[in-house]
């Protein structure tokens, strides 16, 4: 499990994802935005609620980990 893992505001975790090679799919219901990443032939499709004003760490690592991003993906990503 990764260590220290912030609080981030929506902009700032949908910049992180797109480095990580996540892209726009499509806007969701309300407030929520969908976000694709292709791994080895496998779409993960993850809705994000952009309605929030900060993202708790234990709602930034789960979006990770559906995104399928490993410790090592997590902790590289987060210190660029």
Partial sequence: ???????????????????GGCKFYRQGKG????????????????PIDMGLSEFSPAYVIRIFRQFGFSDDDIEILLRQ
């Fill in 1 to 19: 499990m990764p260590k220290n893992i912030p609080s981030l505001k929506p902009k700032e975790l949908i910049r992180i994802l797109e480095r």
């Fill in 31 to 46: 407030d929520h935005k969908l976000y694709i990443r292709i791994i080895k032939d496998e779409k993960r499709i993850v």
